[in-house]
């Protein structure tokens, strides 16, 4: 069974940090393209970063240069370090695991975890 929890939300003020931890289980981690997707209210779901077993990563063009993902395969982790935050990050973000070419199965996503940015 695919388990993917996410953690390290909160509440922050603008330009501050924050680290998003996601850990995978019930899934081929080491072979699966791993990405957070944030929905925001009222707003469809959207890609802020993916990346891939080979550690190449995607950027929304609204995060680049102050969000960065990372994986690390022994602990099954997938992390989205967040700085310079600005109110428009507000939402709930979302962890995703994509098995490449497998059976989908080993596909899921989390349940999501709040990032609310102060003015």
């Known amino acids: 069974q695919v388990q993917l929890v996410e953690s390290g939300g909160g509440l922050v003020q603008a330009g501050g940090s924050l680290r998003l931890s996601c850990v995978g289980s019930g899934i081929i981690f080491s072979l699966s393209v791993m990405g957070w997707y944030r929905q925001a209210p009222g707003k469809q779901r959207e890609l802020v970063a993916t990346i891939s077993p080979g550690r190449s990563t995607n950027y929304a063009d609204s995060v680049k240069g102050r969000f960065t993902i990372s994986r690390d395969n022994v602990k099954n982790t997938v992390y989205l370090q967040m700085n310079s935050l600005k109110p428009d990050d507000t939402a709930v973000y979302y962890c995703?695991?994509?098995?490449?070419?497998?059976?989908?199965?080993?596909?899921?996503w989390g349940q999501g975890t709040q990032v609310t940015v102060s003015s």
């Open positions: 995703n695991s994509r098995l490449i070419g497998g059976d989908p199965k080993y596909n899921g």
